[in-house]
């Protein structure tokens, strides 16, 4: 992924709203699944660490990213942008 298309997803993503959690028991196999599944039906998510986790988001970032294959286009405070290609619903086309 070039620059322009991790701008491009990063504006993207400043508007939207988080649609999964991490608390306290930090990355599980069922959050990962959860992940992985939202990331087919919608390419671009984002997630929110709450405060009761202890881990470093930047280090469940990159852990969410190898487990699911995908993109990890921004970790800002407390907050994770990831990125990947569907199979089968392609919704984002990004810039070359």
């Given at each position: 992924?070039?620059?322009?298309?991790?701008?491009?997803?990063?504006?993207?993503?400043?508007?939207?709203?988080?649609i999964?959690?991490?608390?306290?028991?930090?990355?599980?196999?069922?959050?990962?699944?959860?992940?992985?599944?939202?990331l087919?039906?919608?390419e671009?998510?984002?997630?929110?660490?709450?405060?009761?986790?202890?881990?470093?988001?930047?280090?469940?970032?990159?852990?969410?990213?190898?487990?699911?294959?995908?993109?990890?286009?921004?970790v800002?405070?407390?907050?994770?942008?990831?990125?990947?290609?569907?199979?089968?619903?392609?919704?984002?086309?990004?810039?070359?």
């Open positions: 992924m070039n620059s322009r298309q991790r701008a491009y997803l990063k504006s993207l993503a400043m508007t939207m709203e988080p999964l959690q991490i608390g306290k028991s930090s990355l599980t196999p069922e959050i990962t699944q959860a992940v992985s599944e939202a087919e039906a919608r671009l998510i984002k997630i929110n660490v709450l405060k009761n986790c202890l881990d470093d988001p930047k280090i469940i970032a990159q852990a969410l990213g190898e487990r699911t294959r995908s993109q990890v286009v921004q800002i405070g407390k907050k994770i942008v990831l990125y990947r290609e569907s199979k089968t619903k392609k919704k984002l086309e990004l810039p070359k």
